[in-house]
């Protein structure tokens, strides 16, 4: 996925997150640091935008 080019199927999984923030309420990185950017959760949504974009 570092190219920037996703798959139907990647495409799909970035999808199927809900949004509901348990994976950042108990990240470890997120803790120690308290940057809510280090989550997968704005990860995700950064990816997932960047996928919308390529797809047009």
């Known amino acids: 996925m570092a ?3 996703y798959s139907p199927r990647q495409l799909f999984s970035m999808e199927a997150c809900t ?3 348990v994976c950042a309420d108990v990240c470890p ?3 120690v640091s308290g940057d809510g950017r280090l989550s997968g959760l ?3 949504d950064w990816r997932r935008r960047a996928g919308k974009a390529q797809i047009g």
């Open 29 to 31: 990185a997120v803790g």
């Open 3 to 5: 190219n920037g080019i």
């Open 42 to 44: 704005h990860r995700l």
């Open 19 to 21: 949004g509901c923030r």
